[in-house]
């Protein structure tokens, strides 16, 4: 139950209430490992996240992925598989899914919003009207992010919990992990600064590292 309250939580922060960036992948990821036993391994999952996402803004009527239960539920699920190349693969995989179908249920949330003031259009509302609806409206963003929290958090310990692995497949696991750091990263800071000296380094770092870890993993 802590779970699911705190990933409702998560979910509401990021446009309905408090709005104070604990949705985040960082943030949240470590909430799920610090439910789970461990932060500093939710952590890590939440650091591969928030470079993944951290060109989504929820901002206006884009559609973002739904950072906060996702990444609470990967966080978890890392920290019940005890740790490992292919896990933090599995739970980031299973946190970009989540959040991507967490985002179709926002674009959802949207228009039941629309209906629940279409009532009032065009006509004198009363103030305590328009409070019981954005009332409604917040409610129905916590059972939403209540909901897929639950489902999330099941599917991390039934795929992530259970994913043991070593030798060539942590290996090649590590090797996407941080290409795909590394891409993410790049796609960042190109934003930035535009350089291409940046891809390239990137790019040269990446390789180094995947190099380090194939031989010492």
């Known amino acids: ?13 990021a446009i309905s209430v408090p709005q104070v960036m604990v949705s985040r992948p960082l ?3 470590s909430l799920g490992g610090l439910w789970a036993g461990n932060p500093t391994l939710g952590f890590w999952v939440g650091a ?6 951290m060109r989504e803004l929820p901002v ?8 906060g239960p996702a990444a609470f539920a990967a966080g978890a699920g890392y920290v019940a598989s005890g740790g490992g190349a292919l ?5 980031t995989a299973l946190a970009l899914v989540a959040g991507w179908i967490g985002g179709w249920s926002v674009q959802l949330l949207r228009r ?11 006509q004198p509302t009363p103030p305590g009207a328009l409070a019981r609806r954005h009332l409604a409206a917040m409610g129905l963003d916590f059972g939403r992010a209540a909901l897929l929290t639950a489902v999330w958090v099941l599917l991390a310990r039934a795929l992530v919990a259970g994913t043991h692995a070593g030798g060539p497949a942590d290996r090649v696991a590590a090797a996407v992990l941080l290409l795909a750091g590394a891409a993410a ?4 800071l190109r934003t930035l600064v535009g350089r ?7 790019a040269l770092g990446a390789a180094a590292c995947v190099a380090g870890l194939w031989v010492w993993i």
Do not use: T
């Open 87 to 91: 896990a933090l693969l599995s739970a």
């Open 196 to 202: 291409a000296a940046v891809r390239r380094a990137l």
């Open 1 to 13: 139950m802590a779970a699911i309250v705190a990933g409702a939580i998560l979910g509401l922060d």
């Open 60 to 67: 206006g009527g884009a559609r973002y992925a739904d950072a």
């Open 27 to 29: 943030v949240a990821a």
């Open 185 to 188: 990263l790049g796609a960042g």
């Open 48 to 53: 591969l996240l928030e470079l993944l996402w």
């Open 112 to 122: 039941w919003n629309g209906a629940l003031v279409a009532p009032l259009a065009g």
